[in-house]
């Protein structure tokens, strides 16, 4: 068992998390706020601004004081990768017959562990179960 790629992959699940739940935000409240993120992670507001200051150190959003969080394109280009993952992710586990509630839960920690080879057949087996 490779260990390494469990870390490794540990290491972007928080990052990609957080880049998708604001593109998520974004799209349907047109605003991020460290209040909205807070409270749909279900942690405190202290821990989501930490977290907020390093992806801008990073280079992954843009924050002003008192404004809202904005994705630079080095953040929406991981938010879209991460969205279209799980997508795939959660359409898979629709189509073995995973009830919804369920395979919302598990297709959101399977995305950051699956391989990009293992993605590619969930496609293909997607795809082919909608003819």
Do not use: C, W
């Not at 843009?62 to 992710?89: C, D």
Request: without cysteine; charged residues 30%; positive net charge.
């Amino acid at each position: 068992m490779s260990f390494d790629k469990v870390r490794n992959a540990h290491k972007t699940e928080n990052t990609e998390d957080y880049l998708e739940l604001i593109a998520y935000l974004l799209s349907k409240k047109g605003e991020a706020r460290i209040v909205d993120i807070a409270s749909k992670l279900n942690i405190a507001q202290a821990t989501a601004n930490k977290t907020i200051k390093r992806l801008q150190l990073q280079g992954y959003i843009k924050k002003e004081p008192y404004r809202s969080i904005f994705l630079t394109l080095k953040g929406q280009k991981i938010a879209s990768h991460s969205r279209k993952r799980h997508n795939i992710v959660y359409q898979f586990l629709i189509n073995l017959g995973i009830d919804n509630k369920t395979a919302l839960a598990d297709s959101e920690g399977i995305e950051h562990h699956v391989s990009h080879k293992t993605l590619i057949k969930m496609d293909k087996f997607n795809k082919s179960s909608k003819k």
